[in-house]
């Protein structure tokens, strides 16, 4: 069956980083579109960034310029890098696949916080 496992959630001060990678079993990862997601409290889900088969990259603006999405075909994984984090990064972060389907993780924590 498909699964996403998402890792490198936490807990970071205002200004630092995290990386987050998601590992992908059950699919064709090469023909996915990845993409991150996330959820506050109280908040709908919002896209954060998603990366295509032939790596067209798409952020929110919110992400743009701080966060950077990534992808390894070779190890099924899609990455990313958030720096220079604010506490409104605050959520649960999903990762998705989307080809056919769209398939989610279970999600990771983010917490930005002094």
């Known amino acids: 069956q498909v699964q996403l496992v998402e890792s490198g959630g936490g807990l970071v001060q205002p200004g630092g980083s995290l990386r987050l990678s998601c590992a992908a079993s059950?699919?064709?990862?090469?023909?996915?579109?990845m993409g991150w997601y996330r959820q506050a409290p109280g908040k709908e889900r919002e896209l954060v960034a998603t990366?295509?088969?032939?790596?067209?990259?798409i952020y929110a603006d919110s992400a743009r310029g701080r966060f950077t999405i990534s992808r390894d075909n070779a190890k099924n994984t899609v990455s990313l890098q958030m720096n220079t984090l604010k506490p409104e990064d605050t959520a649960v972060y999903y990762c998705?696949?989307?080809?056919?389907?769209?398939?989610w993780g279970q999600g990771t924590q983010v917490t930005v916080s002094s």
């Open positions: 998705s696949a989307r080809h056919d389907d769209r398939y």
């Open positions: 059950g699919i064709i990862f090469s023909v996915n579109t």
């Open positions: 990366i295509s088969p032939n790596n067209r990259k």
